[in-house]
């Protein structure tokens, strides 16, 4: 079955790189995600990645796919305490719903 | 506005009532889902449905029931409610493209069971 394995918790100091990984199982994958949570918010995508892709950078963010070992990663540069959230890989294979990770926590020390 | 509304943002119901979570998306997305979420299990699904009268189970079904009568809507019903079943709901509707599913989420509703 599927499964999305994440690290619980992260602390970064501002300014400083924060990188949170994500391992998953189904190797049909087509899409691979990365949700960002907001205190008493809902889900809202910040961005993902094809199976057939090595990397993609959208501004602070970078996103790196290692097909083989089933990781995920999510880099993000200059870490602000705005970027203080829940982060949450998830996995979608054919048409099959997006299936999450329990997501990291992210702390900024200003 | 366009987007997906959840109602109520709270609730609180005593064990054995019948309480139902509404959902209501205004894009016309053919896909919408509901997860729950809890410490320590991240979000969970528990039912889907891909369109108007097609529903399906998710990962943690038993205790809740789904129906999609008009696209816009997918309300969650407990129809018994346990405590167990004390979380935060999340509603989400997608539409698959060539990206794959962007699923749009919901604020919550947070149940609490007494």
């Known amino acids: 079955g599927e499964d999305v394995e994440q690290s619980l918790f992260l602390s970064v100091r501002e300014g400083d790189s924060s990188v949170i990984n994500c391992t998953y199982t189904?190797?049909?994958?087509?899409?691979l995600y990365w949700y960002k949570q907001e205190p008493g918010a809902g889900l809202q995508l910040l961005t993902y990645?094809?199976?057939?892709?090595d990397m993609k950078q959208d501004q602070r963010l970078t996103v790196l796919l290692n097909k083989k070992d089933k990781h995920l990663s999510l880099r993000i540069a200059d870490t602000q305490t705005g970027d203080s959230a829940i982060y949450f890989c998830?996995?979608?294979?054919?048409?099959?719903?997006?299936?999450f990770g329990k997501g990291t926590r992210l702390s900024v020390i200003a | 506005d366009a987007g997906i509304t959840q109602s109520p943002r709270y609730k609180i119901t005593e064990t054995g009532r019948q309480v139902t979570l509404m959902c209501h998306q205004t894009w016309s997305h053919s896909y919408m889902f509901w997860y729950r979420q809890d410490l320590g299990h991240g979000l969970r699904l528990i039912y889907y449905s891909a369109a108007a009268d097609i529903t399906d189970k998710g990962e943690v079904p038993d205790g809740y029931v789904v129906s999609r009568s008009k696209t816009e809507n997918f309300p969650l019903t407990l129809e018994s409610a346990t405590r167990s079943q004390t979380s935060v709901y999340f509603c989400?509707?997608?539409?698959?493209?060539?990206?794959?599913?962007?699923?749009?989420f919901g604020q919550g509703t947070r149940l609490t069971v007494v």
């Open positions: 998830a996995e979608m294979g054919g048409n099959t719903p997006l299936v």
């Open positions: 990645i094809f199976s057939n892709m």
């Open positions: 989400a509707s997608s539409e698959f493209r060539d990206r794959g599913t962007e699923a749009f």
């Open positions: 189904d190797s049909s994958s087509t899409y």
